[in-house]
């Protein structure tokens, strides 16, 4: 997933995460280095894709879905093309603000129903294999 | 009594000529004999219409009722329904029963609506040819060799064949209108936020919109006056004042100002498709509008800042299908991340898995500000091209979609080539104005839909604008053999 | 080899809300499992979340308390990763743009300089469910979920590097949990976990600017336990890299019972959360007027409170340091000083008796035995010279034990102090006449024996004579 240089800027870093140094792939931008976007996922990529993603993917579909993928990303990268320079980015459609909900308990509680469905509880919890922390 | 209009029923209602149960029966009747051939149903109600068909019918006798009350409709399968199996198309909610209504859902029953059963669609709203369902694929109730087109490609297929007189559907890119535009129906897709998300499942929460297909501008008023309007569940949902939208269809539509942005004709624009669509235009000329040319120049890139921004939504939007909690979950896992990868990858289909993929890829770290900062970048530009169009005319008209239906299986192996069905509708989805599919003269004996995109909150008028042609013309009436 | 410590806090305070931070579902603490998990809460399809004022407002709060720029608009964003007590598979939080931005605590060290510690900023986040592992309970090989807790507000506030002790970082840490108390954000309770630490802790030489590689120790919930966490870890790390060791960034846990950290094995791969704006929800916007609102009831903070008590009351350091511990304290403090007029002899008995009693019953100030208009009333019988410091101190366990106020109890027990002159000298003249040879032998120069006759004295009088007088009376009569 890091075959070419990525282009995340440092101020997502700044300032929230103090704790983890700004990346050293950050300073990149700064210089205005014109990247080029990867052109192809390889089965190994889409395994690191997966898992991320937590979908179990048979090594023998990897390939097909290597080629999809880029496929894909080859479509996307004629985003490319255009210069987005001072676009503020759009998130959402509609130019509005968050609303504010009341601070009021509202919900009663409805444990036996929201659990009818579930695939294990017990005790009122919901059942996992074993996490080890 | 399948070929009646809302506005008719409603009135037939009224005076007895036939009772709610009556025409509930008559629908339930027509879904058991027709769909076989269609699919477009994924669960039907059955009982619960009928038991709710008595409850309009009282109301019917005491008087005191709405336009839709006893009006059989039929819900996308996307649309949580309380007590009743709500399956979004996919293995992983296929034991689903909702423990809640949509807010779209209460509404219309609320206005008396009768719930004939839940529509099938595209794997979690992912596809444009409804042939990602885990129920199978729907077909074209005019051409049963053919896609009805996707997601909503159920309710369009049923309202086409005459299985219900209107039915919800949702659009992300294209979702309400491609599949209206495939089956020569109406279908309305309104302003982002102009009817609740709540209860409905997300794919893309920036780019997701109920809205209606019936067969008729004017039937999709009726359901629309009920659905639209503030949810304070929902924060994104707009408290803008909603007009009446039945009451604005007659208005006069001389000198308005439509836009046909050049973009929308070029290169890959079936001839015949182009030839109804110019035709629909000199109709609308003929009744007093003004028509010019206008360019939208970064819609092209509509496609690809779309295949960004919903994977992205929807990789997010998606996690929570763990088989913990609710729906499908592997047998015998063998631990945590096994229980997480194979409940995913047995639950979700091919669709779903690519699009989660490259969600999960394009906000990955160091790819974040190469795809999904620049996608939305993109996307305000698309936006601001709009912005720049309305400042000139009043409405956008093109083509809904660049072919006829197509045969079923001729773009499942080939994903982009799908993709490209959308190539139309989806800027309205980023931009997140209200548009409508509007069925004008068939290409080759399928059906061909004109797209009328309008300003934010505009879907009066749109309304106004389909009605008024529907007025003088006849396509919107046609009804495809087999399903008269 | 000398190495410099360097410390950075992030504390995950629990707002005091009613309801939770992106659904109507009940906040308070110790429900059977699941029974205030909501629809929202386990992200069930379709739900949605919409932002509760409530916590906002508490944000908004502790963001002007620590001087700190309250951002006019900030952003929701989502945390993606997959774990059992996270429902939807992503946490919303905020990334690139928290509702507080820098502000400042200041703390005070062991050689009462004081030192400034930088927040970076503070965000508004949900907090997740619990996991339970415990095989009675829910069976071998499994781990139970409940999401009562998921969907809690907590505002999560994270310090510059700034601390460079485990003293530094326990001062900071309490520093903060006076602060969110005192302005009414939250309860502060660490057993129900309303107060969680994660301690980011590294080393480098001395004069080094540059940070040395840092390990996260992840939810310590108490001052005690980040304490030796942090010395642990800091010890850990000198002797790694002083036996030629590299250290690995990562996440550790500390375990009380061998006073030690160890690695996280589930937290092993790189996380990537790809942050990413929340679409179901829009842009926060605080304008002036929710601004002046949340911040126009603020009370005086813990350091300006200080400040005024030095100043104002003429109470030492140490004083008004421990009567601001708590907004309650202080309180109770000015209270008893107002009614009294009597500040530094208020300060002795709240500093004295009181914190002994509150302690020992290990309860808060807010459940005294003793208000402080009870306080005031005892203070003040002993201003009046009704009762002595030592029968005070019999009155005051009295009030504690639930006896009444102190003029009920100095009524029923007749403690008031006998100030009549002809009394004493009554009962000083028959101890003379008993005590001959005590009498001779302080005559004789014997000082010592004085304090057998006060003693005598005041055991006549169980105590109650005015012991001034009885020192004067004695004095005379014996050197007659």
Same mark, same amino acid.
């Given at each position: 997933?890091?075959r070419?240089?990525?282009?995340?800027?440092?101020?997502?870093?700044?300032?929230?995460?103090?704790?983890?140094?700004?990346?050293?792939?950050?300073?990149?931008?700064?210089?205005?280095?014109?990247?080029?976007l990867p052109?192809?996922l390889?089965?190994?990529?889409?395994?690191?894709?997966?898992h991320?993603a937590?979908? *179990?993917?048979?090594?023998?579909?990897?390939?097909?879905?290597?080629?999809?993928?880029?496929?894909?990303?080859?479509?996307? *990268?004629?985003?490319?093309?255009?210069?987005?320079?001072?676009?503020?980015?759009?998130?959402?459609?509609l130019?509005?603000?968050?609303?504010?909900?009341?601070?009021?308990?509202?919900?009663?509680d409805?444990?036996?129903?929201?659990? *009818?469905?579930?695939p294990?509880?017990?005790?009122?919890?919901?059942?996992?294999?074993?996490?080890?922390? | 009594?399948?070929?009646?209009?809302?506005?008719?029923?409603?009135?037939?209602?009224?005076?007895?000529?036939?009772?709610?149960?009556?025409?509930?029966?008559?629908?339930?009747e027509?879904?058991?004999?027709?769909?076989?051939?269609?699919?477009?149903?994924?669960?039907?109600?059955?009982?619960?219409?009928?038991?709710?068909?008595e409850?309009a019918?009282?109301?019917?006798?005491?008087?005191?009722?709405?336009?839709?009350?006893?009006?059989?409709?039929?819900?996308?399968?996307?649309?949580?329904?309380?007590?009743?199996?709500?399956?979004?198309?996919?293995?992983?909610?296929?034991?689903f029963?909702?423990?809640?209504?949509a807010?779209?859902?209460?509404?219309?029953?609320?206005a008396?609506a009768?719930?004939?059963?839940?529509?099938?669609?595209?794997?979690?709203?992912?596809?444009?040819s409804?042939?990602?369902?885990?129920?199978?694929?729907?077909?074209?109730?005019?051409?049963q060799?053919?896609?009805?087109?996707?997601?909503?490609g159920?309710s369009?297929?049923?309202?086409?064949?005459?299985?219900?007189?209107?039915?919800?559907?949702?659009?992300?890119?294209?979702?309400?209108?491609?599949?209206?535009?495939?089956?020569?129906?109406t279908?309305?897709?309104?302003?982002?936020?102009?009817?609740?998300?709540?209860?409905?499942?997300?794919?893309?929460?920036?780019?997701?919109?109920?809205?209606?297909?019936?067969r008729?501008?004017?039937?999709?008023?009726?359901?629309?006056?009920?659905?639209?309007?503030f949810d304070?569940?929902?924060?994104t949902?707009?408290?803008?004042?909603?007009?009446?939208?039945?009451?604005?269809?007659?208005?006069d539509?001389?000198?308005?100002?439509?836009g046909?942005?050049k973009?929308?004709?070029?290169?890959?624009?079936?001839?015949?498709?182009?030839?109804?669509?110019?035709d629909?235009i000199?109709?609308?000329?003929?009744?007093?509008?003004?028509?010019?040319?206008?360019?939208?120049?970064?819609?092209?890139?509509?496609?690809?800042?779309?295949?960004?921004?919903?994977?992205?939504?929807?990789?997010?939007?998606?996690?929570?299908?763990?088989?913990?909690?609710?729906?499908?979950?592997?047998?015998?896992?063998?631990?945590?991340e096994?229980?997480?990868k194979?409940?995913?990858?047995?639950?979700?289909?091919?669709?779903?898995?690519?699009?989660?993929?490259?969600?999960?890829?394009?906000?990955?770290?160091?790819?974040?500000?190469?795809y999904?900062?620049?996608?939305?970048?993109?996307?305000?530009l698309?936006?601001d091209?709009?912005?720049?169009a309305?400042?000139?005319?009043?409405?956008?008209?093109?083509?809904?979609?660049?072919?006829?239906?197509?045969?079923?299986?001729a773009?499942?192996?080939?994903?982009?080539?799908m993709?490209?069905?959308?190539?139309?509708?989806?800027?309205?989805?980023?931009?997140?104005?209200?548009?409508?599919?509007?069925?004008?003269?068939?290409?080759?004996g399928?059906?061909v839909?004109?797209?009328?995109?309008?300003?934010?909150?505009?879907?009066?008028?749109?309304?106004?604008?389909?009605?008024?042609?529907?007025?003088?013309?006849?396509?919107?009436?046609a009804?495809?053999?087999g399903?008269? | 080899?000398?190495w410099?410590?360097?410390?950075?806090?992030?504390?995950h305070t629990?707002?005091? $809300?009613?309801?939770?931070?992106?659904?109507?579902?009940?906040?308070?603490?110790?429900?059977?499992?699941?029974?205030q998990a909501?629809?929202?809460?386990?992200?069930?399809?379709?739900?949605?979340?919409?932002?509760?004022?409530?916590?906002?407002?508490?944000?908004?709060?502790?963001?002007?308390?620590?001087?700190?720029?309250?951002?006019s @608009?900030?952003?929701?964003?989502?945390?993606?990763?997959f774990?059992p007590?996270?429902?939807?598979?992503?946490?919303i939080?905020?990334y690139?743009?928290?509702?507080?931005? =820098?502000?400042?605590?200041?703390i005070?060290?062991?050689?009462?300089?004081?030192?400034?510690i930088?927040?970076?900023?503070?965000?508004?986040?949900?907090?997740?469910?619990?996991?339970?592992?415990?095989?009675?309970?829910?069976?071998?090989?499994?781990?139970?979920?409940?999401?009562? @807790?998921?969907?809690?507000?907590?505002?999560?506030?994270?310090?510059?590097?700034?601390?460079?002790?485990p003293q530094e970082?326990?001062?900071?840490?309490?520093?903060?949990?006076?602060?969110?108390?005192y302005?009414?954000i939250?309860?502060?309770?660490?057993?129900?976990?309303?107060?969680?630490?994660?301690?980011?802790?590294?080393i480098?030489?001395?004069?080094?600017?540059?940070?040395?590689?840092r390990?996260?120790?992840?939810?310590?919930?108490?001052?005690?336990?980040?304490?030796?966490?942090?010395?642990?870890?800091?010890?850990?790390?000198?002797?790694?890299?002083?036996?030629?060791?590299?250290?690995?960034?990562? $996440?550790r846990l500390?375990?009380?019972?061998?006073?030690?950290?160890?690695?996280?094995?589930?937290?092993?791969?790189a996380?990537?959360?790809?942050?990413?704006?929340?679409p179901d929800?829009?842009?926060?916007e605080?304008?002036?007027?929710?601004?002046? $609102?949340a911040?126009?009831?603020?009370?005086?903070?813990?350091?300006?409170?200080?400040?005024r008590?030095?100043?104002?009351?003429?109470?030492?350091?140490?004083?008004?340091?421990?009567?601001?511990?708590?907004?309650?304290?202080?309180?109770?403090f000015?209270?008893?000083?107002?009614e $009294?007029?009597?500040?530094?002899?208020?300060?002795?008995?709240?500093?004295?008796?009181?914190?002994?009693?509150?302690?020992?019953?290990e309860?808060?100030i807010g459940?005294?035995?003793?208000?402080?208009?009870?306080?005031?009333?005892?203070?003040?019988?002993?201003?009046?010279g009704?009762?002595?410091?030592?029968?005070a101190?019999?009155?005051?366990e009295?009030?504690?034990?639930?006896e009444?106020?102190a003029?009920?109890?100095? =009524?029923?027990?007749?403690?008031?102090?006998?100030?009549?002159?002809?009394?004493?000298?009554a009962?000083?003249?028959?101890?003379?006449?008993?005590?001959?040879?005590?009498?001779?032998?302080?005559r004789?120069?014997?000082?010592?024996?004085?304090?057998?006759?006060?003693?005598?004295?005041?055991?006549?009088?169980?105590?109650?004579?005015?012991?001034?007088q009885v020192?004067?009376?004695l004095?005379?009569?014996? @050197?007659?």
């Amino acid at each position: 997933m890091d075959r070419c240089a990525p282009v995340r800027s440092l101020d997502r870093y700044e300032p929230y995460d103090r704790f983890h140094p700004p990346r050293a792939y950050a300073t990149f931008q700064r210089f205005h280095v014109h990247f080029t976007l990867p052109m192809s996922l390889d089965p190994d990529a889409i395994e690191k894709i997966a898992h991320l993603a937590r979908l *179990a993917i048979a090594p023998e579909r990897r390939e097909r879905y290597a080629v999809d993928l880029t496929n894909i990303l080859d479509l996307v *990268a004629q985003m490319d093309a255009v210069d987005t320079e001072g676009v503020e980015p759009m998130a959402h459609p509609l130019h509005m603000a968050q609303r504010l909900r009341p601070d009021r308990p509202t919900e009663p509680d409805r444990r036996a129903r929201y659990q *009818a469905g579930a695939p294990m509880v017990g005790g009122g919890l919901y059942l996992v294999p074993k996490v080890i922390e | 009594m399948e070929n009646k209009s809302i506005a008719q029923l409603a009135a037939d209602l009224r005076l007895r000529t036939y009772s709610s149960v009556e025409l509930t029966r008559h629908y339930l009747e027509r879904i058991e004999r027709l769909d076989s051939r269609l699919n477009s149903f994924i669960s039907v109600a059955g009982e619960a219409a009928l038991a709710s068909a008595e409850r309009a019918d009282l109301a019917l006798k005491s008087g005191d009722v709405g336009p839709l009350t006893g009006i059989p409709i039929a819900h996308k399968d996307i649309f949580c329904t309380q007590g009743f199996k709500t399956s979004c198309g996919s293995r992983m909610l296929d034991d689903f029963i909702a423990p809640y209504d949509a807010t779209l859902v209460e509404r219309l029953a609320a206005a008396g609506a009768v719930m004939l059963g839940k529509t099938n669609m595209d794997e979690f709203a992912m596809g444009s040819s409804n042939e990602t369902s885990f129920y199978g694929p729907v077909t074209n109730p005019w051409d049963q060799t053919r896609v009805p087109g996707g997601s909503s490609g159920g309710s369009a297929a049923a309202v086409a064949a005459r299985l219900c007189p209107a039915a919800t559907g949702t659009d992300t890119g294209g979702s309400i209108r491609q599949p209206a535009s495939l089956c020569g129906v109406t279908g309305i897709k309104p302003t982002y936020g102009r009817c609740s998300r709540w209860g409905m499942i997300a794919f893309a929460s920036s780019l997701d919109q109920a809205g209606v297909l019936a067969r008729s501008a004017a039937d999709a008023a009726f359901l629309l006056d009920e659905m639209a309007g503030f949810d304070p569940r929902d924060s994104t949902s707009a408290d803008v004042p909603v007009p009446d939208y039945v009451d604005a269809l007659d208005d006069d539509i001389a000198g308005l100002r439509i836009g046909l942005p050049k973009e929308y004709f070029g290169a890959g624009l079936d001839s015949g498709v182009a030839a109804s669509i110019h035709d629909a235009i000199s109709e609308y000329e003929r009744l007093g509008a003004r028509i010019s040319e206008i360019s939208l120049p970064n819609s092209p890139l509509s496609v690809p800042v779309y295949y960004v921004v919903a994977p992205a939504e929807c990789s997010s939007n998606l996690a929570r299908y763990d088989g913990v909690r609710y729906g499908y979950r592997c047998g015998h896992p063998a631990d945590l991340e096994d229980l997480y990868k194979r409940s995913r990858a047995e639950g979700f289909g091919a669709e779903v898995q690519r699009r989660i993929m490259i969600g999960t890829y394009v906000l990955s770290a160091g790819y974040y500000d190469a795809y999904y900062l620049k996608a939305q970048k993109v996307r305000q530009l698309i936006a601001d091209d709009f912005r720049r169009a309305f400042e000139q005319v009043d409405v956008i008209m093109g083509p809904t979609t660049p072919t006829t239906a197509f045969p079923l299986g001729a773009k499942t192996d080939d994903p982009v080539a799908m993709y490209l069905n959308d190539i139309y509708t989806i800027a309205a989805n980023l931009a997140g104005l209200p548009a409508i599919s509007v069925p004008v003269e068939p290409a080759e004996g399928l059906p061909v839909g004109l797209q009328i995109v309008g300003d934010y909150f505009q879907e009066a008028r749109l309304l106004n604008l389909a009605h008024r042609y529907q007025h003088v013309t006849h396509w919107h009436q046609a009804a495809p053999a087999g399903f008269e | 080899m000398q190495w410099e410590t360097v410390i950075g806090l992030e504390i995950h305070t629990q707002l005091a $809300t009613q309801s939770k931070i992106f659904s109507g579902a009940p906040t308070a603490f110790g429900a059977e499992p699941n029974t205030q998990a909501c629809a929202i809460d386990l992200g069930l399809p379709g739900v949605l979340p919409v932002l509760n004022a409530e916590a906002v407002r508490l944000a908004v709060r502790f963001g002007r308390a620590i001087e700190a720029e309250i951002a006019s @608009r900030s952003v929701f964003a989502r945390k993606n990763y997959f774990y059992p007590d996270l429902p939807k598979g992503y946490q919303i939080s905020q990334y690139e743009r928290p509702i507080v931005g =820098r502000g400042k605590v200041e703390i005070v060290l062991d050689d009462g300089t004081i030192k400034r510690i930088g927040v970076t900023r503070a965000h508004l986040e949900e907090d997740a469910g619990k996991s339970l592992h415990d095989p009675g309970l829910v069976g071998d090989g499994q781990t139970g979920v409940d999401l009562n @807790r998921a969907g809690t507000p907590l505002l999560e506030i994270v310090s510059e590097p700034d601390l460079r002790s485990p003293q530094e970082a326990v001062a900071y840490a309490r520093k903060v949990h006076q602060l969110v108390r005192y302005i009414g954000i939250s309860d502060g309770n660490m057993q129900e976990g309303s107060f969680r630490m994660d301690a980011n802790v590294s080393i480098r030489p001395p004069g080094q600017e540059e940070l040395g590689t840092r390990t996260e120790i992840k939810n310590l919930n108490s001052f005690r336990y980040l304490e030796k966490a942090i010395q642990f870890e800091v010890e850990r790390q000198v002797e790694l890299i002083e036996s030629g060791g590299t250290l690995v960034q990562e $996440t550790r846990l500390y375990d009380a019972v061998k006073d030690e950290t160890r690695g996280m094995r589930s937290k092993e791969e790189a996380n990537d959360y790809r942050y990413f704006p929340d679409p179901d929800l829009l842009p926060l916007e605080i304008d002036a007027e929710f601004l002046a $609102t949340a911040t126009s009831d603020l009370p005086e903070l813990p350091d300006a409170k200080r400040e005024r008590f030095h100043a104002e009351y003429g109470l030492s350091e140490y004083d008004a340091s421990l009567l601001t511990t708590s907004r309650e304290l202080a309180d109770y403090f000015e209270a008893v000083a107002r009614e $009294t007029g009597e500040p530094k002899l208020a300060a002795n008995w709240i500093g004295g008796e009181l914190m002994a009693a509150l302690n020992k019953a290990e309860i808060e100030i807010g459940q005294s035995q003793v208000t402080a208009r009870m306080l005031a009333g005892l203070i003040k019988r002993l201003q009046d010279g009704t009762i002595s410091g030592k029968i005070a101190k019999q009155v005051f366990e009295s009030m504690w034990s639930g006896e009444g106020d102190a003029d009920q109890v100095i =009524r029923s027990k007749g403690l008031e102090q006998i100030t009549d002159s002809g009394a004493i000298e009554a009962m000083i003249d028959a101890i003379i006449a008993a005590n001959p040879g005590q009498v001779e032998q302080y005559r004789a120069g014997k000082q010592k024996v004085f304090g057998f006759f006060v003693g005598q004295v005041m055991k006549a009088s169980r105590g109650k004579a005015n012991p001034q007088q009885v020192n004067e009376i004695l004095e005379r009569k014996l @050197r007659a």
